[in-house]
């Protein structure tokens, strides 16, 4: 085994031994089945400039000085392809998503392997010792984390690393079919981590759906600053999978010219919800609710609101709670999926429901809103207007928001999801 850092600015000497420049790089690319890259050719740097040298005009890549086959003026220079990868401009310092650790990791060093008299790329190294290797501090260091235990190296298989097509500035993840797979919270505190154009290019890669997702796992000023690159078409597209209050939010971040021309881009139904929602201040019972809930007509049968229920409340935020209503939308009552089961299929929901409904009006505080969730130990709650019509429910998360710190929040069991 051999060490990218070990190799890099060795001096390297024709065949005669005339030295002719030091390393620069290494360029690797995958061949047949072998998942692993195997080195192609070397790159010397020269008092006049590159050398790019075939790697079947190396004699031995793995030692103090890298001798060459022939002359300098007998060397055909290699034409590097799309395909190949400059190890050391390419992959050292570069971040990995690594999906078993839920976080992003960056290149320390890449461990090399001679098989049957080819180079190849066997592993990325991430540990600590990777990086006092890269400064020249690893014979120091090598005693005392011995001593201590420590000696994990701290390393991923190049076979589990996946490159990313094109010239972008995050070239791994790994492993990639695992990236979807994710909890959104996970996703977000990645990106969170990521640059710029990492978090951008990452964000690319994923469906609508799970953007959406993501996106509604961080505040809306770094939602808005996300998005900020996007397509106003992709950006409508993530705001229709969103939940109403999770888009209006954003859009309230968002200038006010773009914000207009998403909601047109947006399907009439959710951009109607989601401008209602921006009627009201931000830090009031109707800024922060969310328009989608479910609620059955009170001349429904306990089998007839199951059914409803299952055809019609996909997109809700919250099936822990329904809400019982006239064909006015007026508020008569409650019931939980509990109290919902196990009735009669023929009883009427008006037979078991609760009428006395704790409710908050559309511009009550968002401290209100939390108190009162608070003190009836509520997961969501409904918002009504004067003649207690309802317009949507305020969760548990939404009300605390301003309350406790976000990195709390998220820890908060979500019962209502």
Known sequence: MAYMSDLMGRPVADVDGQPIGHLEDLIACVRGEMPHPAIVAIVVKRSGGLLIVPFADVAVLIAPAIPLRKRVKEIVPYQSSVHDLYLARDVLDKQIIDTDGVRVVRVNDLELTLVDGNVYVANVDIGGMGLLR????????????????????????????????????????????????LHPADLAEIISDLTRSDSDKLLESLDVKTVADTLEEVEPDFQASLV????????????????????????????????????????????????????????????????????????????????????????????????????????????????????????????????????????????????????????????????????????ADDALDKIIPTAWKKRLPRMYR
């Open 134 to 181: 890269r400064l020249g501090l690893a014979k120091m260091a090598q005693p005392l984390v011995g001593r201590l235990g420590r000696g994990s190296p701290g390393v991923i298989s190049w076979d589990e690393v996946e490159l990313l097509p094109g010239n972008q500035p995050m070239r791994l993840k790994v492993p990639g079919d695992k990236i979807t797979e």
């Open 228 to 395: 900020e690159t996007m397509s106003d078409e992709k950006v409508a597209d993530v705001l229709e999978e969103m939940a109403p209050d999770e888009a209006a939010d954003l859009l309230a971040e968002l200038p006010e010219d773009r914000s207009q021309e998403l909601l047109k881009l947006m399907e009439r139904e959710e951009a109607e919800d989601v401008r209602k929602l921006l009627t009201f201040p931000e830090d009031t019972a109707g800024g922060i609710m969310t328009t989608e809930f479910v609620a059955v007509s009170s001349d429904l049968t306990a089998e007839q609101a199951l059914t409803f229920i299952r055809e019609t409340a996909q997109e809700a935020e919250n099936i822990f709670y329904i809400y019982v209503t006239d064909k006015q939308d007026h508020l008569l009552g409650v019931f939980s999926l509990k109290d919902l089961v196990l009735a009669r299929p023929r009883t009427l929901v008006t037979e078991f429901m609760h009428f006395r409904v704790v409710s908050v009006d559309l511009t009550d505080s968002q401290d209100d809103v939390a108190q009162a969730i608070s003190k009836y130990n509520l997961v969501a709650m409904p918002v009504v207007d004067d003649q207690r019509r309802i317009h949507g429910i305020v969760t």
